[in-house]
């Protein structure tokens, strides 16, 4: 059997916490690294239907893209969300193990599932690390040129979204694609599409003035929500465990946007 701490040693090979962000929070964040693991889910976050899931499903172990707390915690009591999770995982005795920029970088991780999914050839970081086989985001091409317009219906259908916006002239030519996953709004993520002379840029959480100042260089956007961007990363998750203990995916449809009308 499985202890929390030979998992975390196995994440550590595909994604070192080495790889995380300065400002992130990642590794076990809940629990005994001596307990034995039977019975993992996996969700992107750790919310409390997700906890309730996992103590209804006799889970003891809980992995997570997005980190349960970022800042220090000052008090733990059932007043707030965060104290109420706290306080159910540990009486329930289940361990949380977050990855989160460092599986964003890491091969195999949120970045290149989401090219594969999407259908990129020959792909680099979007922004590389020292090891220039990691970094946030993805540039690659597609197999065929198309228009921005049907590349985004195809995004739509690739990803199993119910809509999807896209910002940019409909009809222009598609080649060359950059990607990154969750919000990738950040400038530094924008202008490295632009600079690499990208024809268009999917990822999620695009904001008005970002997209405004983005389309003045003549790339195209493609807001897929900072959800559709990285659920898909659940799988590959699930695919390195799978074989050595008990993993399943969270049931629970954590996309915090619903749609109306026709899409």
């Not at 809940?30 to 906890?51: F, S």
Request: net charge negative.
């Amino acid at each position: 059997m499985l202890t929390a701490e030979q998992i975390i040693s196995q994440f550590e090979e595909w994604a070192p916490m080495s790889y995380a962000e300065d400002w992130d929070n990642v590794g076990l964040l809940i629990g005994d690294a001596g307990a034995p693991v039977k019975k993992i889910l996996v969700a992107l976050d750790a919310t409390e239907e997700v906890i309730g899931e996992a103590v209804a499903g006799g889970f003891d172990f809980i992995i997570c893209h997005h980190p349960l707390v970022y800042n220090p915690i000052k008090r733990v009591t059932s007043a707030d969300s965060t104290g109420r999770k706290i306080i159910s995982l540990v009486k329930n005795g289940i361990g949380c193990f977050c990855a989160h920029t460092n599986l964003d970088k890491a091969v195999g991780g949120v970045s290149d599932c989401l090219a594969e999914k999407i259908g990129l050839n020959y792909v680099s970081p979007l922004i590389k690390e020292e090891n220039e086989c990691i970094g946030i985001g993805r540039v690659g091409f597609i197999s065929e040129e198309t228009t921005l317009s049907r590349l985004a219906e195809n995004v739509k259908i690739s990803l199993n979204l119910p809509s999807l916006r896209f910002s940019g002239s409909s009809d222009k030519k598609i080649k060359k694609v950059a990607i990154c996953g969750g919000d990738g709004s950040s400038a530094r993520y924008v202008d490295a599409a632009i600079s690499q002379n990208c024809d268009a840029y999917i990822t999620g959480d695009l904001r008005y003035h970002c997209v405004q100042e983005a389309l003045e260089s003549g790339i195209g956007l493609i807001d897929i929500t900072h959800y559709g961007s990285e659920i898909l990363v659940v799988d590959a998750i699930i695919s390195r465990f799978k074989n050595q203990v008990e993993i399943f995916p969270s049931s629970i449809d954590g996309q915090v946007f619903k749609h109306i009308g026709n899409h």
